[in-house]
């Protein structure tokens, strides 16, 4: 969004939780600069599903009733099941020409592992895109991915790149390895009351670091990832 290139949202919700709304994307939005596209999370994964099984929707009760059907006619339509005449709402597909998802581990060959477990809709996202890349805390040798089968949450046929990116979902959380960044949200937060200082808070510690360890470093670098890091006995 500050770089200027998104023009459309598609969520069901966007805010940085207990650090209030997110302010860069809100004043898009009420500036006419993005338009936002909100479904309920039920209804997006029905979308990225549809997507994912090449269906031509996939259906709910979810949504009937609401406003969401006049709001996105050409994603959502109300239907009546022909047998029992029972009405629903069908979710059109949502295609996606790419996803990026982070993880704990990877083999060299492709193959994902999200512990202790996968949660969200990432899997979704995963299996509606034409193209995954994947970015994973560290490397793991694929003879751990072969004694441990079950474990495995993306299998490498349905991934095209695996990035290794330690501490990749800063300045959020990836449980169990390390928590949110609490310091740079409430930062983050505090330099958007003033357009000067927005405009500094990204040039210094979001797009001047030219490397990841770089803007690792520009955010408090060691002390800061000693101070997240979740402790495991």
């Known amino acids: 969004v500050q770089a200027g290139c998104v023009r459309t949202v598609i969520s069901g919700l966007l805010s940085l939780e207990g650090f209030g709304l997110a302010p860069r ?5 009420q500036s006419g600069q993005i338009t936002m596209e909100e479904y309920s999370e039920h209804t997006l994964i029905l979308r990225l599903q549809a997507a994912a099984y090449h269906v031509p929707y996939m259906p709910t009760l979810a949504g009937l009733g609401t406003d969401m059907i006049t709001l996105h006619p ?22 996606l020409d790419f996803a990026i998802v982070h993880a704990q581990e990877a083999d060299a060959r492709g193959n994902v592992r999200v512990d202790p477990k996968l949660v969200w809709m990432d899997s979704e996202v995963v299996k509606a895109a034409a193209t995954t890349i994947v970015t994973v805390e560290r490397i793991a040798p694929e003879s751990s991915f072969v004694a441990a089968p079950h474990r495995t949450t993306y299998p490498r046929f349905t991934v095209d790149a695996v990035v290794e ?3 990749g979902a800063h300045p959020t959380s990836n449980f169990p390895t390390y928590g949110y960044d609490g310091d740079f949200f409430r930062s983050y937060v505090k330099a958007h009351t003033d357009p000067a200082a927005a405009d500094a808070f990204y040039a210094e510690r979001i797009t001047g670091p030219e490397t990841h360890g770089r803007y690792l470093d520009a955010n408090g670098g060691a002390k800061t990832l000693l101070r997240i890091a979740r402790r495991t006995m």
């Open 25 to 29: 994307f809100r004043a898009a939005v």
């Open 74 to 95: 050409d994603t959502t339509r109300e239907m009546r099941d022909p047998e029992t005449d029972v009405p629903f709402i069908a979710c059109t597909p949502l295609p």
């Open 165 to 167: 990116a330690p501490w």
